[in-house]
Structure formats: C-alpha cells, structure tokens
C-alpha cells in the first residue's frame, strides 16, 4: 500500500518514471492489486509507451475482482474505452458517478467518451455538473483525454469553472 501511496503521489507531482516503479513495486508485493496496475498504465501513458499501458490496463481488468466496486468500476470503463467500445465506457462512467456522486473523474472521462464518439454536446453537460461539484481540475481533464486516447479539441477548463463560479466581484456588481 506505501508504494501505492507514493505512486499516486509521484504522478500528481508529474514525476511519471517514479510512479510507474512505485506501482511495479505494489504489483510485485501483490499481483492481485489492480488499482496499482492502473496507475502503472497512467504512468505508461504518460511517457508515451501506450503499448505497455494496454498490457497493465489488461493485468488490472483481470484482477479487478480483487478491487472495490468503485475500483472495478473505473477500471472496466477504462478498458472499455481502451478496446473501442466507447458506448459501454460511456454507461459504465455513467454508473461509476450515480453510485459514487463525488467521483468527478467519472463524469470527466465520460465527456472525454462523448467527445470520442461525437455525442451531441460533446460531453459539455457532464463537463459542467464535473466542476459544479469541484472546480478543481483534479484529476486533469487533458490528462483523462491522453489516458483514453482522446487528442481533440477540449474546453478551456479556466473558462469553464469562471462560468459555472462568477467571482465574487461580479456577483456584488449585478
């Protein structure tokens, strides 16, 4: 679990090489950790080795009976949306945020899904609600779109929040 821990921390620090090690070392103390071989995939991705994010996302989907039902969620819709089968991704992060209302990560990947497939909207709604709950971009919605593929074009997040959270200022002013 301590090599969990500072591999989420690594890559939120964009230290990409020391999480995927930290995950391998969580992996090789426990093979069945499927979270940990998720976050090995995202370190993957982040250093441009795609193949081998596929080959960790793959060991993740086949231990994710190991994982919470939350975990399990995001994974398959993961590699749902890794395989091509984006609808499937879309209801799976669909279903991942109506069991687990705080979880923004699922609607942001289901607006990068929406965006894949050229949903009417382009995942926009879901977009919004995301930073209506949290307007902080965490995790990254660029860094969900190159975690699932996605290289188009995406919202200014800056322009987003400032919508959907007027600054005091101009609320006093109206």
Known sequence: MNAYVQGIEH???GRFREAGLAAREATRHD???SVAHRLLAESFV?????RRARGALEAAIETSDHATERERLRILGDWLAWTGRLSDAALTYDELFNRHRDD???LRSQAVVQR????????????RVSYSIDRYDWPRLTS???????????????SLVASIHPSPALDSAQ
């Open 11 to 13: 890559l939120r620090a």
């Open 31 to 33: 093979s069945t950790f």
């Open 46 to 50: 982040r250093r441009g080795m795609r």
């Open 104 to 106: 923004v990560g699922a």
């Open 116 to 127: 894949m497939v050229g949903a009417l909207g382009g995942g926009g709604g879901n977009l």
């Open 144 to 158: 969900i779109a190159r975690y699932l593929g996605y290289d188009g074009s995406l919202p200014d997040v800056d």
